[in-house]
């Protein structure tokens, strides 16, 4: 039940453990100039998010306590903000925000929901597709190379895969044993991790270019494997640039990212399954499941 002039959203007022979310009433947010507003059908759970309710990344996300949590959502246009073209009340759509664990959120990048897509699906794209096409320009690994992906099995990694074999990139993933035919299923070369990972990774070929997504402290490995600590990019290791590698923790142009992985999914070239979906109130358990890795795909809440 919504109060009137109100919602619900999930919000924290100190840093700490996912104990620390809390389901609350809060004032609706309004789309500003160059904004909308929509009313949430789903939001987008990313590492991002509990790095930030831990208090880990402040220089990129800096915010005022309490706060709401989540960037990603898709949902209905219910109100377009001063300047903004090209989008009605009623269209379905999908992009990034402020504060989306809520009934009501407001995007500042944004574009239509692609035909076929669920909310559910739609809500696991924005940061995902903008974060890959990133480090993947980033590493600057070319058509014919072959670009190494530690812990290639979640979000961010199954846009990577299908993103660098759709640009002709020769593609090695690390997960799980359990999640080795679902890399084989994006077009991956897959080995699994632990214990004589790098052995197994040289016998599928030269490696050009690493990423580094799980921060489970391969950096050293990834350095010797590329040869080179500017083939190697993390966006989940703080310590990387320790051994002369970049952490890449700050999105480019979402609006662009957005149009990219429209086309993608459109063409058949990008799909990334909804592992899991929870509501509002179970906020703590998706951060919990997030943070526990060993996703396949996504994770969102369903409002």
Known sequence: MVMVGGMKRVSFAEFGG?????????????????????????????PVDWRIREGQILKAH?????????????????????????????DHVFGEGSNTYAEFAVLSAWARMPEGLTFEEAAGYPSVVETALRIIREVGVEAGQTLLVSGASGGVGSAVLQIARDRGIRVIGTAGAANQDYLRGLGALATTYGEGWVGRVQRLGHVDAALDLAGSGVIRELVELTGDPQKVISIADLAAPKFGVRFSGVAGSVPEALAEAVGLISRGKLRIPVEKSYTLAEAAVAHIDSQTGHTRGRRVLVV
């Open 62 to 90: 800096p915010i005022e306590l309490p706060s709401g949590v989540g960037l990603d959502a898709s949902g209905v246009v219910d109100e377009v903000g001063h300047g903004v073209e090209g989008v009605e009340v009623g």
């Open 18 to 46: 996912p104990d620390v979310l809390r389901l609350v009433d809060a004032e609706e947010p309004h789309a500003g100039p160059g904004q909308v507003r929509i009313a949430v059908r789903a939001a987008g759970v990313n």
